[in-house]
């Protein structure tokens, strides 16, 4: 994908190595049922009504299909009550398989017979033409949790295109296949912000796409949907899912060069680059033995380095022996770091004026700045180690998985709240009171909203801060207090089913949400901070 590439021929590796790699995938038992149900299957099962009837605009490419392999394509246009009216390609086109960086035109589907615009020819953002007659835009698209790869970025300018233009955006999520605990690297710095690192994360930011585009959306502000994926949880990595792996790229093919994209594919511009897609690393005067030795016996979980000279260039091949624990960010950044003690002729790109790739990549300059200075792996790691930290923290607002495997209620047929694009999971469920208002159980929606609940026995009074505003509610009672000023509701909290229920556009307005808006037709509500 993108700039992470040498131009060097691909090297069969060897049998053996092959063979260790599969072994080390694993996968799914031969007409075993995925663990994990996709985002696009549980929008046909439980949310349908998002898209039927709707003119809907479709951002994907040969990834968007389903458990069993069918192209959302070809199950949307089929579907009576889907007016599929065009579709939207990333980098490499909507079939996967143009070359890295190469220009793709739009063109009107030979088959379908409606526009398949190109994200990566005349412009990279949808433009108002492009957008132009769709009631909502949906994006399928399979990433492989590397902040430098373009997919993500292409989610993140239909997001901005959307807010422009009014259209709301439903994201169908889809597995991390490196998992969601691996969290690496420098995070990207707003000077070095570019189509290869589009926002301020970390080389691997452990999100799905779902969760991106609510970390993305706390900038942009568009009208998000993110229909999780069932059965799906933070400590899966893909293997787990027993989900096929569609190649997403021509240079990603498998599940191994995925993983190793990351590893072998930092060296941007130094002479140090990436062969077998992404599964070798090296370049010319490297001693290959000594470079498998440092690597080797540097500590780096679930991989081992076998020495492959190629030619005049000396390098590994990577053999991932626990895909779990590989870290490809961290084990691609030692690579670099060793491979400049190794060659004589390494060159740093520098930005100056013009970003360089290398940069842009790393999302900073610094980590250019201590190759040349020689620092070891270590010295470089524990450099972005406080912003990396800092960056854990604020993506847990983002997150929807958990160590549990979520169910989601079904649309229109219960009450469905979506905060900041991600669906709230009640124990109890909501309902409409007698006063026409939605009631909604109090500590899931004051957890949703990122506020912090407070209960008074004696009283009978609950209290919710957020962003320093206390409200205050008593049961059975329609007096509130906002920041001690007194308010009357025209309705009031009760107890049900063991849990405190209250009005949600009173509670959300009061705390100082941006928008609650409320669909009956759908019975959705959707509240944006």
């Known amino acids: ?28 038992a031969r007409g075993a049922s995925p663990r994990v149900k996709l985002g696009n299957e549980v929008l046909l099962e439980k949310f349908r009504p998002l898209v039927a009837g709707k003119r809907v605009g479709l951002v994907t490419n040969q990834t968007g299909v389903n458990s069993r392999g069918e192209s959302l394509i070809d199950i949307f246009y089929r579907d009576k009550d889907i007016n599929l009216v065009a579709l939207y390609g990333p980098e490499h086109g909507i079939d996967g398989r143009a070359r890295a960086g190469e220009y793709v035109a739009s063109y009107l589907h030979p088959r379908l017979n409606i526009p398949v615009y190109s994200l990566y020819g005349a412009t990279r953002m949808p433009t108002p033409e492009m957008l132009a007659g769709i009631d909502v835009l949906v994006f399928d698209i399979q990433d492989i949790g590397a902040r430098s790869y373009t997919y993500m970025s292409t989610l993140n300018y239909c997001l901005v295109a959307a807010k422009r233009d009014g259209i709301p955006v439903i994201v169908l999520d889809r597995p991390n296949p490196l998992g969601g605990l691996i969290v690496e690297g420098p995070v990207m710095e707003d000077r070095f912000i570019s189509f290869v690192g589009v926002d301020n994360l970390p080389m691997a930011h452990g999100m799905t796409a779902g969760e991106l585009a609510r970390f993305f959306n706390r900038k942009i502000g ?9 059965g799906y949880t933070r400590d ?45 690393i090296g370049g010319t005067g490297i001693d290959s033995e000594r470079f498998a030795s440092l690597l080797n016996r540097a500590g780096l979980a679930g ?13 590994v091949k990577l053999v991932i022996t626990d895909y779990r624990t590989f870290n490809p960010a961290r084990t691609g950044l030692y690579a670099l770091a060793y491979a400049k003690q190794l060659k004589k ?8 004026e013009t970003i360089v790739m290398f940069d842009k990549i790393m ?27 800092k960056f854990k923290h604020e993506r847990k607002k983002y997150l929807i998985y958990g160590t549990e495997p979520l169910s989601w209620p079904v649309l229109g047929q219960q009450i469905v709240v979506f905060v900041d694009g991600a669906p709230v999971l009640f124990d109890v469920e909501p309902y ?9 159980p109090i500590r899931a929606i004051s957890e949703a909203l990122g506020a912090e609940v407070g209960w008074d026995e004696a009283s009978r009074k609950v209290s919710i801060s957020r962003d320093g505003r206390q409200l205050v509610l008593t049961i059975d009672s329609p007096r509130a207090l906002i920041d001690g000023r007194a308010f009357v509701m025209d309705t009031r909290p009760v107890i049900r089913n063991g849990r405190t229920m209250v009005p949600l556009r009173f509670v959300g307005e009061l705390l100082g949400v941006r928008t609650v808006d409320w669909d009956g037709s759908l019975r959705l509500v959707t509240i944006c901070n």
């Open 432 to 440: 409409i009171d007698a006063s026409d208002r939605t009631m909604v």
């Open 363 to 389: 999302g900073t300059a610094t980590i250019g700045q201590y190759l040349e200075q020689n620092r070891s792996p270590q010295e470089i790691e524990a450099s972005y180690q406080p912003q990396l930290e």
């Open 303 to 315: 991989v081992q380095f076998v020495p492959d000279p190629r030619g005049s260039a000396g390098g």
């Open 236 to 280: 899966m990595i893909f293997q787990d899912t027993g989900l096929p792996f569609v190649q997403t790229s021509p240079n990603i093919p498998d599940l191994a060069s995925a993983f190793g994209y990351m590893a072998t594919g930092l060296g941007e511009g130094t002479g140090v680059g990436q062969r077998d897609q992404f599964k070798w």
């Open 345 to 352: 002729d390494f060159k740093v790109p520098k930005s100056g």
């Open 222 to 230: 568009a009208r998000l949907l993110v229909i999780p994926m069932e």
């Open 1 to 28: 994908m993108g700039r992470i590439r040498t131009g060097i021929r691909p090297f069969l590796a060897s049998v053996a190595v092959v063979l260790l790699l599969v072994a080390a995938l694993g996968g799914p």
